[in-house]
């Protein structure tokens, strides 16, 4: 099994070391899986437990105190599955999956999400914020208005939504990053990404990830998966972009600068994104300060 995986493009990190040997440890997991959604899966659950990154433990918080999840997967038959804005769900790539093997739909959201989980074993309730996240929520001055005062709230974010893009602080690894992988065994393939969301984004806002063809989507041809700012990963549909390119005949290192380059030029925001082909080939390329990757398999 191949595996690729990226642990968020955003600002620089604190201990990348650490997160290396997480990203490591990660798609290490994923390479013994037996298929590639298997491999994808278990990757990307290794990142979600991890409050080093924003995916599961650690997510980013939203404008009503709460931290809320989002994940996609998809495969090159264009099976597909997204769950998002789970409030308490570690696990989302799992449940990413039982949308796209148990149920009729490509996505399912919120409460109704969160009880999908529960049906299948996934543990929910689990509180998803790390100690960082605690203490720059209970540092924000101002704090964010009642939570049943969404007018008020969207007032607040506009200082706080996305961290350091809007108040010129150092970047966080919750103010953008998402994780996510592609694996192939050389026959078939697959893609998941998984996310905490955006930094003080309005209460039930979702981004990219569970967006198809935004934050992830695979073909026969290859896989991608995208982290980033997620509402300019959604206008130019980043992921979809990446794998375009390699259906074109690009190699996958080409089709993820060509992918970059043109999203800079249309938004002139940040994103980075990995990329797969069916034989196991691999490529990177962001334009933030960082995106830490890591790949395995033979």
């Given at each position: 099994?191949?595996?690729?995986?990226?642990?968020?493009?955003?600002?620089?990190?604190?201990?990348?070391?650490?997160?290396?040997?997480?990203?490591?440890?990660?798609?290490?997991?994923?390479?013994?899986?037996?298929?590639?959604?298997?491999?994808?899966?278990?990757?990307?659950?290794?990142?979600?437990?991890?409050?080093?990154?924003?995916?599961?433990?650690?997510?980013?918080?939203?404008?009503?105190?709460?931290?809320?999840?989002?994940?996609?997967?998809?495969?090159?038959?264009?099976?597909?599955?997204?769950?998002?804005?789970?409030?308490?769900?570690?696990?989302?790539?799992?449940?990413?999956?039982?949308?796209?093997?148990?149920?009729?739909h490509v996505c399912v959201s919120g409460?109704?999400?969160?009880?999908?989980?529960?049906?299948?074993?996934?543990?929910?309730?689990?509180?998803?914020?790390?100690?960082?996240?605690?203490?720059?929520?209970?540092?924000?001055?101002?704090?964010?208005?009642?939570?049943?005062?969404?007018?008020?709230?969207?007032?607040?974010?506009?200082?706080?939504?996305?961290?350091?893009?809007?108040?010129?602080?150092?970047?966080?690894?919750?103010?953008?990053?998402?994780?996510?992988?592609?694996?192939?065994?050389?026959?078939?393939?697959?893609?998941?990404?998984?996310?905490?969301g955006r930094w003080a984004a309005l209460?039930?806002?979702?981004?990219?990830?569970?967006?198809?063809?935004?934050?992830?989507?695979?073909?026969?041809?290859?896989?991608?998966?995208?982290?980033?700012?997620?509402?300019?990963?959604?206008?130019?549909?980043?992921?979809?972009?990446?794998?375009?390119?390699?259906?074109?005949?690009?190699?996958?290192?080409?089709?993820?600068?060509?992918?970059?380059?043109?999203?800079?030029?249309?938004?002139?925001?940040?994103?980075?994104?990995?990329?797969?082909?069916?034989?196991?080939?691999?490529?990177?390329?962001?334009?933030?300060?960082?995106?830490?990757?890591?790949?395995?398999?033979?």
């Amino acid at each position: 099994m191949y595996v690729i995986a990226h642990g968020g493009a955003g600002g620089a990190v604190e201990e990348p070391e650490r997160r290396q040997a997480t990203l490591d440890e990660a798609t290490a997991a994923g390479a013994t899986a037996a298929t590639p959604v298997d491999a994808v899966v278990a990757t990307v659950r290794v990142l979600e437990s991890s409050p080093r990154f924003n995916a599961g433990v650690g997510g980013a918080i939203q404008s009503d105190g709460v931290v809320r999840t989002d994940a996609g997967i998809m495969t090159d038959d264009r099976l597909v599955g997204a769950a998002c804005s789970m409030p308490g769900v570690e696990r989302a790539c799992e449940v990413a999956r039982i949308v796209m093997e148990e149920t009729p739909h490509v996505c399912v959201s919120g409460v109704h999400a969160v009880d999908l989980a529960a049906a299948f074993g996934i543990e929910t309730g689990v509180d998803l914020r790390s100690e960082d996240t605690r203490e720059r929520w209970a540092a924000l001055d101002p704090s964010p208005p009642a939570r049943d005062d969404p007018r008020g709230q969207l007032d607040w974010l506009v200082g706080e939504f996305g961290g350091s893009a809007a108040t010129g602080d150092d970047a966080r690894p919750e103010d953008y990053d998402t994780v996510g992988a592609v694996a192939t065994n050389g026959e078939t393939l697959a893609t998941c990404t998984s996310t905490g969301g955006r930094w003080a984004a309005l209460a039930g806002r979702v981004g990219d990830v569970p967006q198809v063809g935004s934050g992830f989507f695979a073909t026969h041809a290859g896989g991608a998966s995208a982290t980033g700012a997620g509402e300019d990963i959604v206008r130019v549909t980043l992921a979809r972009r990446a794998v375009d390119h390699l259906e074109l005949g690009r190699d996958p290192g080409t089709a993820a600068e060509l992918a970059i380059e043109e999203f800079e030029d249309i938004t002139g925001s940040e994103a980075g994104v990995v990329v797969m082909d069916r034989d196991g080939a691999s490529g990177s390329a962001f334009n933030s300060d960082g995106m830490q990757t890591s790949v395995a398999g033979e």
